[in-house]
């Protein structure tokens, strides 16, 4: 369960739907980005059920904040929030990953209502976000644009120019989220790079830059807000430090989560442990 005081207790029960919709898809596959989704799920549901101004049933409303997820593989996660916004359909959660689903494993604009872009090669996210903000600027409208982003992807050299470029722009229309796990493909995120602290380095590029628990909601619901209401002209980040695999004690358990397998022995134990 995430970490909440009790002020948010209706975020508590989206995300723990979040988590269970994510489960059912990767249960059809036996495996997938599993880690990555239970972890973000807090985060998820305080975008769509707290900070976000969208229509499910009109998901290219133009005046509806944008939500684009840079990570593709995270799909699954976006996906589990848009049935629980009711965007997309529960009863797609069996087609996941399959031929001609409109549910594919790595998020893609043109297979899903309410995918904003086509997430994968990392790094890229960002700056479709910085030109998105300054379309929307340019045109008045005060829609948001959120980007979700990973710590791996805070190796990149594109990411690093989206963030100046935001800054010349002057894009208070911008909030980027870092999901900040500490996990690549390769290991943990800090041994991959020489790391320095990740808000400091933000605000020392002209960002308005918050560090949070990222399965703390009522941490997440402060910053978002805090985020939201921010003065200066400037684009604003929240680096959430998530834990992979959240709310599921015997998947956290594992030592290798980037990519999980469950077997089908162990399904049932997997969403008991969810809802203990």
């Given at each position: ?12 029960r ?16 036996g495996?997938g ?34 939500f684009?997820?840079s ?44 995918m ?14 910085v ?9 008045r ?61 933000w605000r ?27 003065p ?5 980040v ?39």
């Amino acid at each position: 369960m995430a970490g909440h005081t009790g002020s948010n207790t209706s975020l508590a029960r989206r995300a723990r739907a979040i988590r269970r919709n994510a489960l059912r898809m990767a249960e059809v596959q036996g495996q997938g980005y599993i880690g990555q989704a239970l972890g973000v799920a807090d985060m998820l549901a305080v975008t769509h059920f707290h900070a976000m101004r969208y229509r499910p049933g009109e998901p290219e409303w133009e005046g509806r904040d944008r939500f684009y997820l840079s990570i593709g593989h995270y799909a699954i996660a976006l996906y589990a929030a848009m049935i629980e916004a009711g965007i997309l359909p529960e009863s797609e959660i069996a087609t996941y990953g399959m031929d001609d689903s409109r549910l594919p494993m790595s998020g893609m604009a043109s297979y899903t209502p309410g995918m904003e872009i086509t997430g994968g090669s990392l790094g890229h996210g960002l700056g479709i976000a910085v030109g998105a903000a300054l379309g929307l600027k340019r045109k008045r409208n005060p829609a948001v644009v959120y980007n979700m982003l990973s710590d791996g992807e805070l190796g990149e050299g594109s990411t690093w120019e989206a963030v100046m470029s935001a800054v010349q722009w002057k894009l208070d229309n911008l909030i980027a989220v870092v999901d900040f796990n500490n996990q690549q493909a390769d290991g943990p995120t800090r041994d991959a790079l020489a790391r320095t602290p990740e808000a400091a380095k933000w605000r020392a590029f002209g960002w308005h830059a918050q560090e949070v628990d990222g399965n703390d909601l009522d941490a997440l619901v402060a910053a978002f807000d805090a985020a939201r209401g921010h003065p200066d002209p400037q684009p604003r980040v929240i680096i959430c430090n998530t834990k992979m695999c959240k709310g599921v004690p015997f998947l956290e358990a594992r030592e290798i989560t980037h990519f999980v397998r469950v077997e089908p022995e162990e399904w049932q134990r997997v969403l008991a442990d969810l809802d203990d």
